[in-house]
T-cell receptor, first 115, second 118 residues
Framework: AQSVTQPDIHITVSEGASLELRCNYS??????LFWYVQSPGQGLQLLLK??????LVQGIKGFEAEFKRSQSSFNLRKPSVHWSDAAEYFC?????????????FGQGTILTVHP | DTEVTQTPKHLVMGMTNKKSLKCEQH?????MYWYKQKAKKPPELMFV???????INESVPSRFSPECPNSSLLNLHLHALQPEDSALYLC?????????????????FGPGTRLLVL
């Protein structure tokens, strides 16, 4: 069965600093990978997704993520964090097939931004 | 436009009440989803509708009753809920991509309904 691991439960960065949120997946074939962001009490907003092709994908709000098959990782990055980026971030995987319709989520990483 | 709307935003109900949550999308998506999310946890899938038919029920208690009256609307009827059902209920929708077995289907989420059961 597929699984997604976000090793960091909580990350704190200073405004203007760079950010990297880690995501590791476990799945035999090429997974379809997503990053979502959730502000407190809100729904999930899609930041970016990887299906195939270029392993560096660009998303909204200045985020990017890199798919590394050798490391089974799909880490999210941002060169300079803004206070408004404080939120919870979820990495997710969709294997399709017998798991049709089922996104497998990581446990989430809460990002705190210090001024 | 990737907007999914949900009403109401907040709902407080007693354990004997009957209420409904509503979800709407106008993106032409033919798959719609209900999720339950507890604090500090990822969303948990409850139901999936494909082409207005229930395709997945993740062993959800019968006090939750989904309904998909047309391709744009999804309801969740609530009856005799328990305090532990208090949570954020999220709706999502996606295109259906049979060529990938559903794997390429990007789900777009609504803002959620915050439910409190007293």
């Amino acid at each position: 069965a597929q699984s997604v691991t976000q090793p960091d439960i909580h990350i704190t960065v200073s405004e203007g600093a760079s950010l990297e949120l880690r995501c590791n997946y476990s799945y035999g074939a090429t997974p379809y990978l997503f990053w979502y962001v959730q502000s407190p009490g809100q729904g999930l907003q899609l930041l970016l997704k990887y299906f195939s092709g270029d392993t560096l994908v660009q998303g909204i709000k200045g985020f990017e993520a890199e798919f590394k098959r050798s490391q089974s990782s799909f880490n999210l990055r941002k060169p300079s964090v803004h206070w408004s980026d404080a939120a919870e971030y979820f990495c997710a995987c969709n294997a399709g097939g017998t798991s049709y319709g089922k996104l497998t989520f990581g446990q989430g990483t809460i990002l705190t931004v210090h001024p | 436009d990737t907007e999914v709307t949900q009403t109401p935003k907040h709902l407080v109900m007693g354990m004997t009440n009957k209420k409904s949550l509503k979800c709407e999308q106008h993106m032409g998506h033919r798959a719609m989803y209900w999720y339950k999310q507890k604090a500090k946890k990822p969303p948990e899938l409850m139901f999936v509708y494909s082409y207005e038919k229930l395709s997945i029920n993740e062993s959800v208690p019968s006090r939750f009753s989904p309904e998909c009256p047309n391709s744009s609307l999804l309801n969740l009827h609530l009856h005799a809920l328990q305090p532990e059902d208090s949570a954020l209920y999220l709706c999502a929708s996606s295109q259906i991509d049979g060529s990938s077995g559903g794997a390429r289907e990007t789900q777009y989420f609504g803002p959620g309904t915050r439910l409190l059961v007293l």
